[in-house]
């Protein structure tokens, strides 16, 4: 066996195969980026937030939530999410942020987690026996899916 006779034809084909990986890669990567700051055309639920939660919060997790709902008043919908997103880590049966995160996820076109957020809502909502809230994801929802 000569391996260095055979070293050289292996060459090619290594460098073939590294510039058709990073070109996938980087085409993948492409895609992903410009679909994450490509703004969706229609905000669905620009004004549609809940304000008050029904059960009652910690003086920090209220202070947090009231916060999120200015953020996302301001139009900021991802610094929403995060805040939400921290109202829920220390309140999980707060089914008002659950809610709004799915609407902040609609707001940024993550229909996905939107769509989860408010299953979360409307279990939430119908453990604590809110009806008018359940209404309300369903209409959420209804309204998601007809975009």
């Not at 073939?16 to 410009?34: C, P, T, Y």
């Not at 009231?66 to 995060?82: M, N």
């Not at 659950?98 to 957020?117: E, I, M, P, Q, T």
Request: glycine share 8%; proline share 5%; aromatic share 10%.
């Amino acid at each position: 066996m000569e391996v260095s006779n055979s070293l050289p034809a292996l060459v090619p084909n290594l460098l073939v195969w590294v510039a058709v990986v990073f070109g996938i890669a980087g085409f993948a990567m492409f895609s992903m980026l410009s679909a994450y700051r490509k703004p969706i055309e229609q905000i669905p639920f620009p004004e549609s937030v809940v304000e008050s939660s029904s059960i009652p919060l910690s003086t920090s997790a209220q202070g947090l939530y009231v916060g999120a709902i200015g953020t996302y008043k301001a139009g900021d919908y991802r610094g929403a999410i995060e805040q939400f997103t921290e109202v829920l880590s220390s309140e999980p049966n707060c089914a008002e942020a659950f809610h709004n995160l799915g609407l902040a996820y609609a707001n940024v076109g993550d229909n996905n987690k939107a769509v989860r957020s408010f299953l979360k809502a409307g279990e939430t909502y119908a453990q604590q026996d809110t009806k008018e809230g359940l209404a309300q994801v369903k209409q959420a929802l209804e309204r998601l899916k007809s975009l």
